[in-house]
């Protein structure tokens, strides 16, 4: 069965959708505060986890630091729920916007994939101590539903 990668288009299709969406967040008077002016590596960041995620190369983990430097980035962020809504919001409209696959199960992959990730996101950005972090600690599979 097609991956959720392979669906997305592979590495182009999913850096076409990240470069829009991160477009979008650094224009964004509420989500603009957390990427301040941007960093130059966060779309190629961004996409290979995601590529990682769907079901592609294992990029993130295994040349960008991994889940503990994604970890590391949202700590002390202090991320509200406004933000994560926002950040969700954005994210599938980038999708629209780049021209991902319309279909309903990748629409409902998509969706799933940002929900939990912004919640991790969020937990992760109020942690004060380890224990306090989600137990997540790898980059996560996201398969079809």
């Known amino acids: 069965m097609e991956t959720l990668f392979e669906h997305a288009g592979g590495e182009e299709g999913l850096r076409r959708f990240i470069e829009v969406f991160y477009r979008s967040v650094l224009a964004d008077p509420l989500l603009q505060p957390l990427f301040g002016a941007g960093k130059a590596s966060h779309v190629g960041h961004l996409t290979a986890f995601t590529a990682e995620t769907f079901g592609g190369p294992d990029t993130f983990s295994k040349e960008m630091g991994g889940f503990p430097a994604l970890i590391d980035a949202h700590r002390g962020l202090k991320i509200e729920e406004a933000q994560r809504q926002r950040f969700v919001e954005l994210y599938l409209a980038a999708a629209d916007t780049a021209g991902l696959p319309a279909d309903d ?27 306090q972090l989600h137990p997540l600690r790898e980059v996560p599979r996201w398969e079809w539903e």
């Open 105 to 131: 199960a990748f629409r409902a992959a998509l969706r799933s994939h940002v929900e939990f990730g912004t919640e991790v996101a969020v937990q992760n950005s109020h942690a004060e101590t380890d224990d």
